[in-house]
Protein backbone atom coordinates (compact mmCIF):
# COMPACT_ATOMS: atom_id res chain seq x y z
CA UNK A 1 0.00 0.00 0.00
CA UNK A 2 1.19 2.88 -0.85
CA UNK A 3 1.79 5.92 2.33
CA UNK A 4 -1.07 8.05 1.10
CA UNK A 5 -3.33 5.18 1.17
CA UNK A 6 -2.29 4.00 4.09
CA UNK A 7 -2.90 6.88 5.63
CA UNK A 8 -6.28 7.64 4.09
CA UNK A 9 -7.55 4.00 5.42
CA UNK A 10 -6.22 5.18 9.07
CA UNK A 11 -8.29 8.07 9.02
CA UNK A 12 -11.04 7.57 7.03
CA UNK A 13 -13.63 7.83 10.23
CA UNK A 14 -13.02 11.47 10.59
CA UNK A 15 -12.24 12.04 6.60
CA UNK A 16 -13.59 15.71 5.14
CA UNK A 17 -15.53 14.12 1.66
CA UNK A 18 -19.04 13.90 2.44
CA UNK A 19 -19.29 10.62 -0.05
CA UNK A 20 -22.33 10.57 -2.37
CA UNK A 21 -24.90 8.28 -2.55
CA UNK A 22 -23.00 6.52 0.36
CA UNK A 23 -23.68 5.40 3.60
CA UNK A 24 -20.53 7.28 5.22
CA UNK A 25 -21.03 6.31 8.67
CA UNK A 26 -20.79 2.64 7.66
CA UNK A 27 -17.98 3.07 4.91
CA UNK A 28 -15.82 5.08 6.92
CA UNK A 29 -15.48 2.52 9.69
CA UNK A 30 -15.15 -0.36 6.71
CA UNK A 31 -13.63 1.53 3.57
CA UNK A 32 -13.18 0.22 0.19
CA UNK A 33 -10.46 1.50 -2.02
CA UNK A 34 -9.56 1.43 -5.14
CA UNK A 35 -5.85 3.59 -6.46
CA UNK A 36 -5.36 1.91 -9.54
CA UNK A 37 -7.27 0.30 -12.63
CA UNK A 38 -6.19 -1.61 -16.02
CA UNK A 39 -8.51 -2.65 -18.43
CA UNK A 40 -10.88 -5.21 -16.98
CA UNK A 41 -9.41 -4.49 -13.81
CA UNK A 42 -9.23 -2.39 -10.34
CA UNK A 43 -6.34 -2.78 -7.96
CA UNK A 44 -7.72 -1.59 -3.91
CA UNK A 45 -4.30 0.13 -2.46
CA UNK A 46 -3.10 -3.32 -1.09
CA UNK A 47 -2.39 -4.78 -4.48
CA UNK A 48 -5.47 -6.91 -4.59
CA UNK A 49 -7.05 -7.11 -8.24
CA UNK A 50 -10.63 -6.81 -8.85
CA UNK A 51 -12.31 -7.43 -11.63
CA UNK A 52 -14.77 -5.13 -12.92
CA UNK A 53 -18.33 -6.18 -13.57
CA UNK A 54 -19.78 -3.11 -13.57
CA UNK A 55 -17.31 -0.46 -15.88
CA UNK A 56 -17.23 1.49 -12.92
CA UNK A 57 -21.03 3.26 -12.84
CA UNK A 58 -22.10 1.93 -16.34
CA UNK A 59 -19.57 4.06 -17.71
CA UNK A 60 -15.71 2.82 -18.83
CA UNK A 61 -16.96 1.11 -21.75
CA UNK A 62 -13.75 0.72 -23.40
CA UNK A 63 -12.24 -0.38 -19.99
CA UNK A 64 -9.58 1.46 -17.78
CA UNK A 65 -6.63 3.59 -18.60
CA UNK A 66 -6.99 2.89 -22.30
CA UNK A 67 -3.45 4.56 -23.74
CA UNK A 68 -4.75 6.32 -26.86
CA UNK A 69 -7.11 8.14 -24.69
CA UNK A 70 -4.68 8.72 -22.02
CA UNK A 71 -2.09 10.46 -23.94
CA UNK A 72 -5.28 12.76 -25.92
CA UNK A 73 -5.66 13.96 -22.64
CA UNK A 74 -2.27 14.64 -21.68
CA UNK A 75 -1.60 16.02 -25.24
CA UNK A 76 -4.57 18.45 -24.66
CA UNK A 77 -3.80 19.31 -20.94
CA UNK A 78 -0.01 20.84 -21.90
CA UNK A 79 -1.68 22.50 -25.53
CA UNK A 80 -4.85 24.43 -23.93
CA UNK A 81 -6.68 23.46 -20.70
CA UNK A 82 -9.06 25.57 -21.07
CA UNK A 83 -11.23 27.82 -23.25
CA UNK A 84 -14.65 29.71 -22.56
CA UNK A 85 -17.78 28.41 -24.76
CA UNK A 86 -19.69 31.32 -24.40
CA UNK A 87 -19.49 33.48 -28.00
CA UNK A 88 -16.10 31.88 -28.08
CA UNK A 89 -14.85 28.39 -30.04
CA UNK A 90 -12.30 26.04 -29.75
CA UNK A 91 -12.15 23.56 -32.71
CA UNK A 92 -11.68 20.69 -30.70
CA UNK A 93 -15.38 21.25 -29.73
CA UNK A 94 -16.57 21.42 -32.76
CA UNK A 95 -14.29 18.12 -34.32
CA UNK A 96 -15.84 15.82 -31.29
CA UNK A 97 -19.56 17.57 -32.38
CA UNK A 98 -18.89 16.27 -35.94
CA UNK A 99 -17.93 12.76 -34.66
CA UNK A 100 -20.50 11.95 -32.22
CA UNK A 101 -23.17 13.74 -34.79
CA UNK A 102 -22.07 10.64 -37.21
CA UNK A 103 -22.21 7.64 -34.90
CA UNK A 104 -25.87 9.04 -34.18
CA UNK A 105 -28.81 7.93 -36.07
CA UNK A 106 -29.39 10.23 -38.87
CA UNK A 107 -30.93 13.67 -38.70
CA UNK A 108 -29.25 14.34 -35.31
CA UNK A 109 -26.99 16.49 -36.55
CA UNK A 110 -26.58 18.76 -33.55
CA UNK A 111 -24.62 18.09 -30.26
CA UNK A 112 -24.85 20.51 -27.05
CA UNK A 113 -22.10 19.47 -24.60
CA UNK A 114 -22.77 19.51 -20.19
CA UNK A 115 -20.61 17.60 -17.93
CA UNK A 116 -22.49 14.94 -16.71
CA UNK A 117 -25.84 12.85 -16.98
CA UNK A 118 -27.88 15.43 -14.50
CA UNK A 119 -26.83 18.38 -16.90
CA UNK A 120 -27.55 16.53 -20.32
CA UNK A 121 -31.33 15.35 -18.68
CA UNK A 122 -31.90 18.96 -17.73
CA UNK A 123 -30.52 20.57 -20.76
CA UNK A 124 -32.69 18.06 -22.96
CA UNK A 125 -35.96 19.37 -20.99
CA UNK A 126 -34.91 22.73 -21.07
CA UNK A 127 -34.78 22.44 -24.64
CA UNK A 128 -37.84 20.84 -25.39
CA UNK A 129 -40.05 23.56 -23.62
CA UNK A 130 -37.75 25.85 -25.40
CA UNK A 131 -38.67 24.54 -28.49
CA UNK A 132 -42.23 24.35 -28.02
CA UNK A 133 -41.98 28.46 -27.14
CA UNK A 134 -39.75 29.23 -30.39
CA UNK A 135 -42.45 27.95 -32.17
CA UNK A 136 -45.18 29.82 -30.62
CA UNK A 137 -46.40 27.12 -28.64
CA UNK A 138 -45.48 28.16 -25.12
CA UNK A 139 -48.35 26.91 -23.57
CA UNK A 140 -46.66 23.53 -23.44
CA UNK A 141 -45.14 23.45 -20.51
CA UNK A 142 -45.80 19.76 -18.92
CA UNK A 143 -42.57 17.45 -18.54
CA UNK A 144 -43.94 13.48 -17.70
CA UNK A 145 -40.88 11.03 -16.53
CA UNK A 146 -41.98 7.43 -15.21
CA UNK A 147 -41.82 5.86 -12.11
CA UNK A 148 -38.36 4.18 -11.24
CA UNK A 149 -36.99 6.39 -13.75
CA UNK A 150 -33.27 7.81 -13.32
CA UNK A 151 -32.26 11.33 -14.93
CA UNK A 152 -29.67 12.28 -12.39
CA UNK A 153 -30.00 14.51 -9.74
CA UNK A 154 -30.38 18.14 -10.56
CA UNK A 155 -33.84 19.77 -10.25
CA UNK A 156 -35.15 19.07 -13.53
CA UNK A 157 -33.92 15.21 -13.59
CA UNK A 158 -35.21 14.58 -10.24
CA UNK A 159 -38.83 15.92 -10.98
CA UNK A 160 -39.50 13.64 -13.71
CA UNK A 161 -37.40 10.97 -11.86
CA UNK A 162 -39.34 8.41 -10.22
CA UNK A 163 -36.81 6.67 -7.29
CA UNK A 164 -38.68 7.38 -4.20
CA UNK A 165 -35.45 8.07 -2.16
CA UNK A 166 -33.79 10.32 -4.88
CA UNK A 167 -37.10 12.88 -4.30
CA UNK A 168 -38.73 12.44 -1.00
CA UNK A 169 -36.78 14.86 1.05
CA UNK A 170 -35.87 17.40 -1.39
CA UNK A 171 -39.52 19.16 -1.03
CA UNK A 172 -42.15 20.14 -4.31
CA UNK A 173 -39.71 20.40 -7.10
CA UNK A 174 -40.62 22.03 -10.64
CA UNK A 175 -44.32 22.72 -11.49
CA UNK A 176 -46.32 20.55 -13.72
CA UNK A 177 -44.65 17.10 -13.67
CA UNK A 178 -46.12 13.75 -14.06
CA UNK A 179 -45.24 10.50 -14.27
CA UNK A 180 -46.47 7.25 -16.27
CA UNK A 181 -46.21 3.95 -14.22
CA UNK A 182 -42.96 2.05 -14.67
CA UNK A 183 -42.78 -1.34 -16.68
CA UNK A 184 -41.50 -3.72 -13.84
CA UNK A 185 -44.03 -7.03 -14.22
CA UNK A 186 -42.61 -9.36 -12.04
CA UNK A 187 -45.77 -12.00 -12.40
CA UNK A 188 -46.13 -12.20 -15.85
CA UNK A 189 -42.62 -11.31 -16.93
CA UNK A 190 -40.19 -12.54 -14.26
CA UNK A 191 -36.88 -14.26 -15.88
CA UNK A 192 -37.65 -12.84 -19.41
CA UNK A 193 -34.41 -12.59 -21.66
CA UNK A 194 -34.11 -9.66 -23.40
CA UNK A 195 -37.08 -7.48 -24.11
CA UNK A 196 -40.03 -8.95 -21.65
CA UNK A 197 -43.33 -10.14 -23.62
CA UNK A 198 -45.98 -8.21 -21.81
CA UNK A 199 -46.67 -4.76 -20.71
CA UNK A 200 -46.55 -2.87 -24.23
CA UNK A 201 -49.91 -1.55 -22.81
CA UNK A 202 -48.22 0.49 -19.91
CA UNK A 203 -47.33 3.18 -22.56
CA UNK A 204 -50.96 4.03 -22.57
CA UNK A 205 -50.77 5.47 -19.11
CA UNK A 206 -49.30 8.32 -21.42
CA UNK A 207 -52.48 8.68 -23.01
CA UNK A 208 -54.51 8.75 -19.69
CA UNK A 209 -52.28 11.43 -18.46
CA UNK A 210 -52.66 13.12 -21.57
CA UNK A 211 -56.53 13.00 -21.12
CA UNK A 212 -56.29 14.07 -17.79
CA UNK A 213 -54.05 17.16 -18.26
CA UNK A 214 -54.68 17.90 -21.80
CA UNK A 215 -52.31 16.94 -24.59
CA UNK A 216 -51.49 20.53 -26.10
CA UNK A 217 -50.67 21.50 -22.49
CA UNK A 218 -47.61 18.63 -22.67
CA UNK A 219 -43.89 19.16 -23.96
CA UNK A 220 -41.79 16.49 -23.54
CA UNK A 221 -41.52 12.70 -22.05
CA UNK A 222 -38.58 11.60 -20.84
CA UNK A 223 -37.78 7.98 -20.36
CA UNK A 224 -34.60 5.78 -20.42
CA UNK A 225 -35.02 2.92 -23.23
CA UNK A 226 -33.54 0.77 -20.54
CA UNK A 227 -34.06 1.79 -17.06
CA UNK A 228 -30.83 1.47 -15.43
CA UNK A 229 -29.95 2.20 -11.88
CA UNK A 230 -33.45 1.51 -10.87
CA UNK A 231 -32.89 -2.32 -11.61
CA UNK A 232 -32.11 -3.02 -15.09
CA UNK A 233 -35.89 -2.32 -16.61
CA UNK A 234 -35.89 -3.76 -20.36
CA UNK A 235 -38.92 -2.10 -22.32
CA UNK A 236 -41.70 -4.69 -22.80
CA UNK A 237 -41.74 -5.52 -26.74
CA UNK A 238 -44.04 -2.95 -28.41
CA UNK A 239 -43.51 -0.50 -25.31
CA UNK A 240 -41.43 2.01 -26.88
CA UNK A 241 -43.11 1.82 -30.24
CA UNK A 242 -46.44 2.90 -29.15
CA UNK A 243 -44.76 5.73 -26.39
CA UNK A 244 -43.11 7.25 -29.33
CA UNK A 245 -47.00 7.12 -31.66
CA UNK A 246 -48.64 8.52 -28.74
CA UNK A 247 -46.23 11.44 -28.37
CA UNK A 248 -46.27 11.92 -31.88
CA UNK A 249 -49.74 12.07 -32.69
CA UNK A 250 -49.89 14.94 -29.63
CA UNK A 251 -47.20 16.82 -30.65
CA UNK A 252 -45.28 15.87 -27.40
CA UNK A 253 -41.27 15.53 -27.97
CA UNK A 254 -39.98 12.21 -26.82
CA UNK A 255 -36.85 12.40 -24.78
CA UNK A 256 -34.33 8.69 -24.36
CA UNK A 257 -32.42 9.29 -21.72
CA UNK A 258 -28.97 7.13 -22.89
CA UNK A 259 -26.65 7.71 -20.43
CA UNK A 260 -26.06 4.62 -19.66
CA UNK A 261 -27.51 2.94 -22.80
CA UNK A 262 -25.67 5.17 -25.06
CA UNK A 263 -22.09 4.02 -26.99
CA UNK A 264 -22.30 0.59 -27.53
CA UNK A 265 -24.10 -1.25 -24.53
CA UNK A 266 -27.12 -2.43 -26.43
CA UNK A 267 -24.67 -3.58 -29.61
CA UNK A 268 -25.67 -0.60 -31.58
CA UNK A 269 -24.15 3.06 -30.55
CA UNK A 270 -27.52 3.92 -28.98
CA UNK A 271 -30.73 2.38 -27.59
CA UNK A 272 -32.62 4.12 -30.14
CA UNK A 273 -30.95 2.28 -33.39
CA UNK A 274 -31.31 -1.61 -31.37
CA UNK A 275 -35.23 -0.83 -30.69
CA UNK A 276 -35.90 1.15 -34.18
CA UNK A 277 -37.73 3.89 -32.39
CA UNK A 278 -36.45 6.98 -32.51
CA UNK A 279 -36.70 10.06 -30.08
CA UNK A 280 -36.57 13.52 -30.91
CA UNK A 281 -34.19 14.04 -28.12
CA UNK A 282 -31.25 11.85 -26.43
CA UNK A 283 -28.82 12.36 -24.01
CA UNK A 284 -25.51 10.41 -23.39
CA UNK A 285 -22.73 10.95 -20.32
CA UNK A 286 -20.80 8.07 -18.91
CA UNK A 287 -19.54 6.33 -21.92
CA UNK A 288 -18.72 9.47 -24.10
CA UNK A 289 -15.01 10.13 -22.65
CA UNK A 290 -14.97 6.62 -21.38
CA UNK A 291 -15.54 8.69 -18.08
CA UNK A 292 -11.85 9.45 -18.32
CA UNK A 293 -13.13 13.04 -18.17
CA UNK A 294 -16.37 14.36 -17.09
CA UNK A 295 -18.82 15.01 -20.15
CA UNK A 296 -22.35 14.93 -21.07
CA UNK A 297 -23.97 15.42 -24.28
CA UNK A 298 -27.67 16.13 -25.48
CA UNK A 299 -28.11 15.27 -29.34
CA UNK A 300 -31.00 17.47 -30.94
CA UNK A 301 -32.98 16.42 -33.99
CA UNK A 302 -32.40 18.81 -36.78
CA UNK A 303 -35.90 20.35 -37.11
CA UNK A 304 -35.88 21.31 -33.01
CA UNK A 305 -32.06 22.66 -34.07
CA UNK A 306 -33.71 24.44 -37.01
CA UNK A 307 -36.78 26.19 -34.96
CA UNK A 308 -34.31 28.11 -32.63
CA UNK A 309 -32.29 29.46 -35.88
CA UNK A 310 -35.08 31.40 -37.41
CA UNK A 311 -35.85 34.33 -34.90
CA UNK A 312 -33.89 38.03 -34.55
CA UNK A 313 -29.95 37.11 -34.78
CA UNK A 314 -28.90 36.73 -31.35
CA UNK A 315 -28.24 34.27 -28.37
CA UNK A 316 -30.80 31.38 -29.42
CA UNK A 317 -30.50 29.91 -26.36
CA UNK A 318 -29.92 31.13 -22.96
CA UNK A 319 -28.53 28.22 -21.57
CA UNK A 320 -24.70 26.59 -21.07
CA UNK A 321 -22.31 25.75 -18.54
CA UNK A 322 -18.53 26.90 -18.35
CA UNK A 323 -17.32 23.72 -19.15
CA UNK A 324 -19.53 22.85 -21.92
CA UNK A 325 -17.37 21.45 -24.53
CA UNK A 326 -14.47 21.26 -22.38
CA UNK A 327 -10.92 20.75 -24.16
CA UNK A 328 -9.59 18.10 -22.09
CA UNK A 329 -13.35 16.24 -22.56
CA UNK A 330 -13.35 16.74 -26.42
CA UNK A 331 -9.57 15.02 -26.06
CA UNK A 332 -10.47 12.02 -24.16
CA UNK A 333 -14.01 11.81 -26.10
CA UNK A 334 -12.07 11.83 -29.74
CA UNK A 335 -9.69 9.45 -28.44
CA UNK A 336 -12.46 7.35 -26.71
CA UNK A 337 -14.37 7.78 -30.31
CA UNK A 338 -11.19 5.98 -31.93
CA UNK A 339 -10.68 3.21 -29.54
CA UNK A 340 -14.23 2.32 -29.69
CA UNK A 341 -13.77 2.19 -33.69
CA UNK A 342 -10.88 0.47 -34.02
CA UNK A 343 -11.69 -2.13 -31.64
CA UNK A 344 -15.16 -2.44 -32.83
CA UNK A 345 -17.11 -1.93 -29.01
CA UNK A 346 -19.94 -0.06 -30.27
CA UNK A 347 -21.03 -3.33 -31.84
CA UNK A 348 -19.13 -5.65 -30.20
CA UNK A 349 -21.80 -6.73 -27.65
CA UNK A 350 -24.48 -7.78 -30.48
CA UNK A 351 -21.45 -11.00 -30.63
CA UNK A 352 -21.15 -11.79 -26.91
CA UNK A 353 -24.58 -11.19 -25.53
CA UNK A 354 -26.07 -14.41 -26.12
CA UNK A 355 -23.05 -15.96 -23.64
CA UNK A 356 -23.71 -13.01 -21.40
CA UNK A 357 -27.35 -14.09 -21.38
CA UNK A 358 -26.68 -17.75 -20.57
CA UNK A 359 -24.47 -17.04 -18.39
CA UNK A 360 -26.77 -14.38 -16.69
CA UNK A 361 -29.84 -17.20 -16.64
CA UNK A 362 -27.82 -19.69 -15.29
CA UNK A 363 -27.93 -18.54 -12.06
CA UNK A 364 -31.75 -19.33 -11.65
CA UNK A 365 -32.48 -21.47 -8.50
CA UNK A 366 -29.61 -19.95 -6.65
CA UNK A 367 -30.24 -19.40 -3.24
CA UNK A 368 -33.34 -15.80 -3.12
CA UNK A 369 -32.69 -15.25 -6.82
CA UNK A 370 -36.58 -14.21 -7.67
CA UNK A 371 -35.75 -12.88 -11.02
CA UNK A 372 -32.59 -12.64 -13.72
CA UNK A 373 -33.49 -10.50 -16.72
CA UNK A 374 -30.74 -8.70 -19.26
CA UNK A 375 -30.36 -7.18 -22.58
CA UNK A 376 -27.29 -6.06 -24.51
CA UNK A 377 -24.45 -6.12 -21.83
CA UNK A 378 -26.46 -5.34 -18.81
CA UNK A 379 -28.03 -7.37 -16.55
CA UNK A 380 -29.75 -7.74 -12.98
CA UNK A 381 -30.55 -10.37 -10.45
CA UNK A 382 -33.38 -9.82 -8.19
CA UNK A 383 -33.17 -11.10 -4.60
CA UNK A 384 -36.47 -11.66 -2.04
CA UNK A 385 -35.75 -9.04 0.12
CA UNK A 386 -34.58 -10.21 3.85
CA UNK A 387 -38.20 -9.62 6.13
CA UNK A 388 -38.42 -6.48 6.97
CA UNK A 389 -34.65 -5.40 6.00
CA UNK A 390 -34.96 -4.00 2.09
CA UNK A 391 -31.62 -4.07 0.78
CA UNK A 392 -29.72 -5.83 3.44
CA UNK A 393 -29.19 -9.07 1.57
CA UNK A 394 -27.60 -7.32 -1.57
CA UNK A 395 -25.53 -4.61 0.12
CA UNK A 396 -24.29 -8.45 1.64
CA UNK A 397 -23.68 -9.86 -1.56
CA UNK A 398 -21.97 -6.96 -2.72
CA UNK A 399 -19.52 -6.34 0.25
CA UNK A 400 -18.49 -10.46 -0.16
CA UNK A 401 -17.96 -10.10 -3.62
CA UNK A 402 -15.59 -7.34 -3.33
CA UNK A 403 -13.68 -9.30 -0.83
CA UNK A 404 -14.22 -12.23 -3.50
CA UNK A 405 -12.18 -10.00 -6.27
CA UNK A 406 -15.26 -8.84 -8.05
CA UNK A 407 -16.63 -5.26 -8.47
CA UNK A 408 -20.52 -5.41 -8.85
CA UNK A 409 -23.15 -2.87 -7.89
CA UNK A 410 -26.46 -2.91 -6.04
CA UNK A 411 -29.60 -1.22 -5.92
CA UNK A 412 -32.08 -2.08 -3.44
CA UNK A 413 -32.09 -5.79 -3.12
CA UNK A 414 -31.29 -5.79 -7.14
CA UNK A 415 -27.45 -6.68 -8.41
CA UNK A 416 -27.31 -4.92 -11.42
CA UNK A 417 -24.21 -6.04 -13.86
CA UNK A 418 -22.75 -4.20 -16.73
CA UNK A 419 -18.84 -4.47 -17.17
CA UNK A 420 -16.45 -2.96 -19.68
CA UNK A 421 -17.65 -4.40 -23.42
CA UNK A 422 -14.15 -5.49 -23.92
CA UNK A 423 -15.41 -8.07 -21.43
CA UNK A 424 -13.86 -11.45 -22.49
CA UNK A 425 -15.83 -14.88 -21.59
CA UNK A 426 -13.99 -15.90 -18.60
CA UNK A 427 -14.13 -13.00 -17.24
CA UNK A 428 -17.95 -13.50 -17.90
CA UNK A 429 -17.99 -16.64 -16.01
CA UNK A 430 -16.12 -15.37 -13.26
CA UNK A 431 -18.64 -12.75 -12.97
CA UNK A 432 -21.76 -15.13 -12.51
CA UNK A 433 -19.47 -17.61 -10.55
CA UNK A 434 -18.36 -14.91 -8.10
CA UNK A 435 -22.11 -13.91 -7.49
CA UNK A 436 -23.30 -17.73 -7.12
CA UNK A 437 -20.62 -18.94 -4.61
CA UNK A 438 -21.59 -14.95 -2.74
CA UNK A 439 -25.11 -15.87 -2.64
CA UNK A 440 -24.62 -19.65 -1.46
CA UNK A 441 -22.84 -17.93 1.25
CA UNK A 442 -25.34 -15.39 2.38
CA UNK A 443 -28.20 -15.89 4.50
C1 LIG B 1 -30.11 7.33 -17.24
C2 LIG B 1 -29.28 8.26 -16.41
N1 LIG B 1 -29.46 9.58 -16.52
C3 LIG B 1 -28.74 10.45 -15.82
C4 LIG B 1 -27.76 10.01 -14.94
C5 LIG B 1 -26.98 10.99 -14.16
O1 LIG B 1 -25.67 11.06 -14.59
P1 LIG B 1 -24.57 11.81 -13.73
O2 LIG B 1 -24.36 11.01 -12.48
O3 LIG B 1 -23.38 11.87 -14.65
O4 LIG B 1 -25.10 13.19 -13.43
C6 LIG B 1 -27.52 8.65 -14.82
C7 LIG B 1 -26.48 8.14 -13.91
O5 LIG B 1 -26.37 6.98 -13.63
C8 LIG B 1 -28.31 7.74 -15.56
O6 LIG B 1 -28.14 6.42 -15.44
Redo the contacts with the bound molecule.
Keep these: MNKRAEELSASLEQAAFWMPFTANRQFKKAPRLLARAEGMYYWTPEGRQVLDGTAG ?2 CVNAGHCRPKIVEAVRRQVAQMDYAPPFQMGHPIAFEFAERLARIAPPGFKRVFFTN ?6 DTALKIALAYHRARGDGGRYRLIGRERG ?5 FG ?1 MAVGGITANRKVFGPGVAGVDHIRHTHDPARNAFSRGQPRHGAEFADELERLCALHDPATVAAVIV ?1 PV ?3 AGVLVPPLGYLERLREICTRHGILLIF ?5 GFGRLGQPFASQRFGVMPDLF ?1 A ?2 GITNATV ?1 M ?1 AVFIKDSIYDAFMHGAEGIELFHGYTYSGHPLACAAGIATLQTYEEEGLLTRVSKIEKHWEEAAHALKGAPHVIDIRNIGLMAAIELEPRPGQPGKRAYEVFVKAFEAGVLIRVTGDIIALSPPLIVEPAQIERIFECARSVLAATP
Design positions: LWSGSESAYHGVNGEAGSDEVITTAKPG
